[in-house]
């Protein structure tokens, strides 16, 4: 045997770039006296199956008796996105056998990485018998068997293998017990479908408990494959141990399949699934859950939980669609059979579902919405015939770039047309035309002048069908005329202090209406109003187009923001007066009765992103009494954290004495009501949490409501684990209200989830 070495072409390394079957067929006749210079003459096309594979190694010797050819000492192949590394790569000319030995590694197209002490080679790289290897997949997870055989198809079949989705080194890079693996006497790995699928398996977790596995399959590419999910496991009084097994078919890369079966101790099983798709133009999704229990009629404001079994179900679809740069159509849908069937099955606790489409175009200077939705009541005492449906409700809107005497004019037109089976009906079409122009003078003022004009026309009919007087209006038809004028005043001082930058900021607002026909208009969507800072310097101080601020008024507030490294601290405080004497049409508690306004402000701490602290109040115009105090609070980190939120609403209301009516404060009722929830981190992968909502409202504050004062509505705590590839958590949580067969009571979940794994 004769050892030849080889020119020094780039840091000691020789590199030949070869057609991949004549890798070593053209190393086969070198001769003494010629060494190797570098590649042979340059081969033909290249074809699919006639890939250059580039080749380096420190040295080659060639055994003429044996016909081998020898490659040593840092051995490197390259094919495509594929490559080789060994100590030593022996290819046996007769026989056409390539071995790699000695810390061999082989990295796919896909990013997986495989280690091997000794493995057989193909001339497109692909490996053939192995023994002793490890397979890390890009994901992280690992795979280790004893050996392992390439069939005639690719896959590659593993004997005696055990596979983890956990780190095996601690952060200080020692070794470590993975929490769990997964132990088999066979797996099949297969390249060309990116998977790994084991069978005769069992699941070993932190080097104990020991689970069987009727079958797993493994994602080497991070994509979801079909199969098994792992089962949850609930407790709840109205249903008893409920177990929901999951399987997942992914049907093509764009679209899949979620399928669950509920078994319940206490009621008929259930089953659920939930599409998704992705198409060309958008995604939408559809899940849907069916049963037979006890139903309870939507009709029925007295529920009866001693009801027939009937069909019962919920129906959730949602989607998006760009049909164009400028159009795009949402829809969404969510129906149930009654109004107790979220609640009993921990579905969802909203107490209205609504579905709606949406047309829009939207360009850089107009929109144009046309909707429509219809609202289903989950509330046991509210009548199904009362909830509106809204169809056609259109919305189009123009900005013109041409200035207009120096300013900005726009165009508004709506239209909204409500039903009702049991009640008032109100149509609504109005347009209006706005002209706004910003100034900045030469001391720094920031001058805002504002001019509106609207026409409005409606229509309504079975107006007694509506509780609430002052949101009748007269029925038949309708008109109004608004105009408005305002200007705007700001006026920011910087300046530095503490060792930041203060910004202070007085600011005041005039603006005129005449006198509005409000009350012979249906309200509709400008119930629910209260002063606040977010709508004190407000056009128009109602939500929505049916009721509108008419008089003159005077506004005027502070804004003041103090920054330094690491801090952020913002306020605002301020107060409007109306200089007419128009009656008001602002009810009773919403700050804004009197001539003189309550007194409104906000004021947001923050450090870093450790605490953030927002207070909201309201202060009583005479007697500084605070109307509305509410705190939200957040301290921590994401490992470990507090958040509490308050509120409070006394808005000096004598309820038994407002048109002799109280319905005429549902929107406007006393309330006190304390937020927690929190989580502790603990032993690195421990941690426990909890939350709790309890309404402090008492019966004199509230007595249409009946509180006693302290009345927890939900609470919640747990204990979770964990770490970089497993995930448990146990809950409990309290219901404290029956509605209907949605019994009060304890729940309890469990939660288990392995990371990088889908049971088959």
């Known amino acids: 045997m004769r050892s030849l070495p080889l020119p020094l072409l780039v840091a000691g390394m020789t590199t030949f770039a070869l057609p991949g079957a004549a890798l070593a067929q053209d190393l086969s006749h070198p001769t003494e006296n010629t060494p190797i210079q570098g590649a042979p003459p340059a081969p033909g096309p290249e074809t699919a199956d006639n890939v250059p594979v580039a080749f380096e190694a420190d040295t080659v010797q060639y055994d003429q008796n044996g016909e081998t050819v020898t490659a040593s000492g840092n051995v490197v192949m390259r094919k495509d996105k594929q490559s080789v590394r060994a100590d030593t790569v022996t290819w046996n000319r007769n026989t056409g056998q390539i071995v790699g030995t000695g810390n061999v590694r082989v990295v796919d197209q896909n990013g997986n990485q495989l280690f091997t002490d000794r493995a057989e080679l193909t001339d497109e790289l692909k490996t053939g018998m192995m023994e002793n290897l490890l397979l890390v997949l890009r994901e992280g997870a690992r795979l280790a068997a004893n050996k392992g055989e390439r069939l005639a198809n690719g896959d590659v079949v593993l004997q005696h293998a055990a596979y983890t989705g956990c780190a095996v080194t601690d952060d200080e890079g020692c070794p470590r017990n993975p929490t769990w693996r997964v132990l088999a006497k066979s797996v099949i790995y297969s390249e060309e479908r990116s998977e790994v699928r084991f069978s005769d398996a069992r699941l070993e977790m932190f080097g104990a408990i020991q689970l069987p596995l009727f079958g797993l399959t493994v994602s080497t590419n991070g994509g979801a494959v079909s199969g098994f999910l792992v089962p949850d496991l609930k407790s709840s009084p109205s249903n008893g141990i409920e177990v929901a097994q999951s399987y997942y078919w992914k049907i093509a890369p764009n679209r899949d399949l979620t399928g669950t079966f509920h078994v319940f101790t206490k009621s008929a099983p259930m089953a659920s699934f939930e599409y998704r798709a992705l198409t060309d133009l958008g995604a939408y999704q559809i899940t849907g859950y069916a049963t037979s229990s ?24 949602n989607g998006k669609f760009q049909l164009d740069p400028a159009w795009s159509v949402t829809a969404s849908i969510r129906r149930a059979t009654d109004r107790t069937f979220l609640r009993r099955y921990d579905i969802s606790r909203d107490d209205r579902l609504r579905s709606s489409v949406e047309v829009e175009r939207i360009d850089q200077d107009s929109y144009l919405s046309i909707a429509g939705y ?75 002048f504002t001019g509106l004009m609207r026409g409005d026309v409606y229509h309504s009919d079975d107006n007694d069908a509506t509780d609430t007087i002052i949101y009748r209006g007269q029925p038949g038809w309708q008109t109004r005329a608004i105009a408005l004028a305002a200007v705007d ?85 301020g107060q409007s007066v109306r200089l007419s004497n128009m009656a008001t049409v602002f009810p009773d508690g919403t700050g804004l009765t009197n001539k003189t306004s309550d007194i409104v402000g906000r004021t947001e701490v923050r450090y870093r992103s450790f605490v953030s602290f927002i207070h909201r109040y309201r202060l009583d115009k005479d007697s500084l009494t605070i109307r509305r105090n509410e705190f939200d609070m957040a301290l921590g980190n994401n490992q470990t954290y507090l958040e509490l939120g308050y509120v409070k609403l006394n808005r000096n209301i004598d309820i038994e004495t407002v048109d002799g009516d109280s319905t005429t404060l549902e929107d406007l009722r006393d309330r006190e009501e304390l937020r927690a929830a929190g989580r502790v981190a603990f032993a690195k992968y421990w941690s426990m949490f909890g939350s709790a909502v309890v309404n402090l409202t008492n019966r004199s504050e509230d007595p249409v409501y009946g509180s006693d004062g302290f009345q927890p509505l939900r609470t919640r705590f747990g204990v979770a684990y964990e770490d970089d590839c497993l995930e448990i958590g146990v809950t409990w949580r309290r219901n404290y209200v029956t509605n209907g067969d949605a019994q009060k009571g304890d729940s309890f979940m469990l939660h288990f989830a392995l990371k990088n794994i889908g049971v088959h």
């Open 294 to 317: 006890n139903r309870i009629s939507l009709s029925d404001s007295n529920p009866d939980p001693n009801r027939e079994r009937a069909l019962r179900g919920y129906i959730f679809a």
């Open 374 to 448: 219809t609202t289903q009541t989950m509330r046991s005492g509210q009548d199904q015939g009362q909830m509106p449906i809204a169809i056609p409700v259109i919305d189009y809107r123009r900005r013109f770039n041409e200035s207009l005497l120096g300013g900005k004019f726009e165009l508004e037109a709506n239209t909204m047309g409500i039903t009702r089976k049991d009640g008032q009906d109100t149509q609504r079409a109005f347009a209006s035309a706005q002209w706004s122009l910003r100034k900045l003078t030469s001391m720094g003022q920031e001058v805002v």
């Open 489 to 573: 005043v700001k006026w920011p001082l910087v300046g530095q202090v503490f060792g930041g930058t203060q910004v202070f900021t007085p600011r005041v607002q005039l603006v005129a209406a005449p006198k509005i026909q409000n009350l012979s208009i249906p309200n509709e969507d400008s119930r629910a109003l209260e002063l606040e800072d977010t709508n004190l310097f407000s056009l128009n101080r109602f939500p929505g187009y049916d009721r509108f601020e008419d008089g003159v008024r005077f506004t005027y507030g502070v804004d003041w923001m103090f920054e330094r490294p690491r801090w952020r601290i913002k306020s605002t405080i």
